[in-house]
């Protein structure tokens, strides 16, 4: 099993439109988590912070549910700037970052 | 704002050269990491370094590899014998949200 697992997509969905990004990871004494956003061929940069009891800025919402071992982001009212690709990221013990595939969004006007 | 540099921003190199990349960490951070993508792929861990030494290193990270942190402020990534498939994108980061630009390594 894949240590942080993310649907590939892409997700092709319209201006103003709700999008949702899910995320398990498999190892359970992760420390914390995060999603990062990637440009094409640019870095990642570090969007939210993920907590149990949930984490709003904006219009981006992002959850962690431990039990499940899974993470999730909301984006709504999406811009065509939010045009990228969505990484989950996991830290373990060692606060070695572990890196989902990331999922592609494509917003369209 | 204090961020992460990384020089150069593309390095053209023959097989079997070897190659240093650079990168500037911000120096209050206590973790500094190399990370790599090939093109397509998703961001791999190379190795992380903690109080001057390496905390922890991937099954990528073999002897070909080498981290320093020779002058406190500079922290470097050596590739000894490049390969064609050492050709990806490597960033540098410092703490958990601060990645460098990257250098785009290309293996010919």
């Known amino acids: 099993r894949k240590e942080v697992e993310q649907d590939p997509g892409p997700f092709n969905v319209p201006e103003g439109a709700t999008v949702a990004f899910n995320c398990t990871y498999s190892n359970s004494a992760s420390q914390s988590f995060f999603w990062y956003r990637q440009d094409c061929r640019k870095e990642p940069k570090l969007l939210m912070s993920v907590y149990s009891s949930g984490n709003e800025d904006g219009r981006f919402t992002a959850q962690l549910n431990r039990a499940s071992q899974y993470i999730s982001l909301l984006i709504r009212d999406s811009k065509l700037s939010d045009s990228a690709t969505y990484l989950c990221?996991?830290?373990?013990?060692?606060?070695?970052?572990?890196f989902g595939s990331g999922t592609r969004l494509l917003v369209r006007p | 704002e204090p961020e992460v540099t990384q020089t150069p921003s593309h390095q053209v190199t023959q097989m079997g050269q070897e190659v240093i990349l650079r990168c500037v960490p911000i120096?209050?951070?206590?973790?500094f990491y190399w990370y790599r993508q090939i093109l397509g792929q998703k961001v791999e861990f190379l190795v992380s370094f903690y109080n001057n030494e390496i905390s922890e290193k991937s099954e990528i990270f073999d002897d070909q590899f080498s981290v320093e942190r020779p002058d406190g402020s500079n922290f470097t990534l050596k590739i000894r014998s490049t390969k064609l498939e050492d050709s990806a994108m490597y960033f540098c980061?410092?703490?958990?949200?601060?990645f460098g630009p990257g250098t785009r390594l290309t293996v010919t």
């Open positions: 990221v996991v830290i373990n013990s060692s606060y070695k970052l572990i």
């Open positions: 980061a410092s703490g958990v949200g601060d």
């Open positions: 120096s209050n951070h206590l973790y």
